[in-house]
């Protein structure tokens, strides 16, 4: 830790530091709210525009792509004109596309404006990560990730139930206005409750040579290159997921929209305690073993999914509990590859959380991109990808960052 980026969480009372955790906590909610909240909806949208399941599933993968590209964009603006002002316009953007998604008059409109909601939403995550880099070495920045994520958690809890129920009662037009009403809410929370922590703001952060210059050294980098591979493939596994869930749950196992939420919320509540877990931990087992613990546990979630496809013993048990494991295991990798993938990155903390957010979210539009081409109304594409992607972290994790980091430790 260098003497120009001090540790807040030494130099910060207990309550404000679980005030800020829990601000931050609300900013990254919009995605979760954003996928997950619409997955419930993806079989009556279909029904609603005559057409398939596949079509709709296009729509989840416009979102994460837009995600994905306003991720190169928040960061840099959010050095230049601080943190605060560009997590409120964007905020606003959300609400007013989350309404015109409402009125989406063909499953075309409605996958364009899914891409700007997506675009709009990712604001709230990547100025949060900028905002701990802001205030917090490594260790401590790993830490508030985790609980900040656990936090977040909530949503992804909640989203698929609530959006099950407001589409069998209400349809599915009115999932998106409520998606646009806790878009205002996180807004407002932020415009009266969040300090602004740039106070050195780069004022060419955004012209185009400078973007390129920052964005090509910080690919270049060893540490953040190998981070973010492994977080990559941890999203790629996360969104096949997502995206192969509504087809393995709803079609086909005849799940209810309603039931459909209850499966989903299951893996996120035990996701959510090892957030909690993982922050209480962070600063004691270290990056490294919170990342190979991680993996550990996501390669056999991969190798147990697949196999219970492939054998045909496919329920919402042998489906889910993979899963559980799958999400559990991101509460180790996540924090762990974002804390270390941006710790060299002091004075441009939003381009590297841009980038670092562009890269997870272009593998998770891969992701699901392709169970959309591979539907075939079984979970086989969903399990595949889920073997691939988590072997791929651990592969990673083993060829990458436990060279990195123990080269670290021993210098």
């Not at 409402?102 to 499953?107: D, E, F, H, I, N």
């Not at 703001?201 to 210059?213: E, I």
């Not at 990808?385 to 210098?411: D, E, K, M």
Request: hydrophobic letters at 55%; aromatic letters at 10%.
């Amino acid at each position: 830790m260098s003497a120009s980026q001090p540790d807040a969480a030494g130099q910060m009372s207990r309550g404000r530091y679980a005030f800020i955790a829990g601000l931050l906590g609300l900013l990254p909610m919009l995605l979760p709210l954003s996928v997950d909240g619409s997955l419930p909806a993806m079989p009556e949208i279909a029904d609603y525009f005559k057409t398939s399941t596949a079509s709709v599933q296009y729509s989840l993968s416009a979102v994460i792509l837009g995600i994905a590209l306003g991720q190169l964009i928040y960061g840099p603006l959010s050095d230049k004109f601080g943190r605060k002002p560009v997590i409120i316009v964007g905020g606003l953007l959300y609400v007013a596309t989350a309404l015109a998604c409402s009125q989406a008059s063909s499953v075309e409109a409605l996958i364009g404006l899914r891409f700007l909601q997506g675009f709009f939403a990712c604001s709230g995550i990547i100025v949060a990560r900028a905002v701990i880099r802001d205030l917090f070495d490594r260790e401590a920045a790993a830490r508030l990730f985790a609980l900040m994520m656990g936090i977040h958690g909530i949503m992804p809890t909640i989203a698929p139930g609530v959006s099950g129920w407001v589409t069998q009662e209400y349809g599915w037009r009115t999932v998106f206005m409520v998606m646009a009403g806790f878009g205002l809410f996180v807004t407002l929370t932020v415009l009266f409750g969040l300090t602004e922590s740039n106070f050195k703001r780069n004022a060419d952060a955004v012209r185009p040579t400078v973007l390129f210059r920052n964005y090509r050294a910080i690919l270049r980098d060893r540490i953040f290159r190998s981070n973010a591979i492994c977080a990559c493939f941890m999203y790629g596994a996360l969104m096949a997921y997502f995206a192969g869930a509504p087809v393995g749950l709803i079609q086909y196992l005849g799940l209810s929209p309603v039931e459909f939420g209850i499966a989903m919320a299951a893996p996120i509540i035990f996701y959510m305690v090892a957030q909690i877990a993982v922050a209480r931990v962070a600063h004691i087992i270290g990056v490294d073993r919170l990342i190979r613990i991680g993996v550990v546990l996501a390669t056999i979630a991969g190798i147990g999914m697949l196999s219970f496809v492939l054998s045909g013993n496919i329920t919402v048990y042998t489906l889910m509990g993979p899963v559980v494991l799958v999400l559990t295991s991101l509460a180790f990798i996540i924090p762990g590859t974002t804390a270390g993938a941006m710790s060299p990155f002091a004075q441009m903390a939003g381009a590297a959380s841009s980038m670092l957010g562009f890269i997870q979210f272009l593998a998770a539009a891969v992701a699901t991109a392709l169970i959309g081409v591979l539907n075939d109304g079984t979970p086989l594409p969903m399990a595949v990808a889920l073997f691939v992607c988590t072997l791929g972290a651990a592969l990673s994790y083993l060829i990458l960052i436990r060279p990195l980091n123990r080269a670290a430790a021993a210098a």
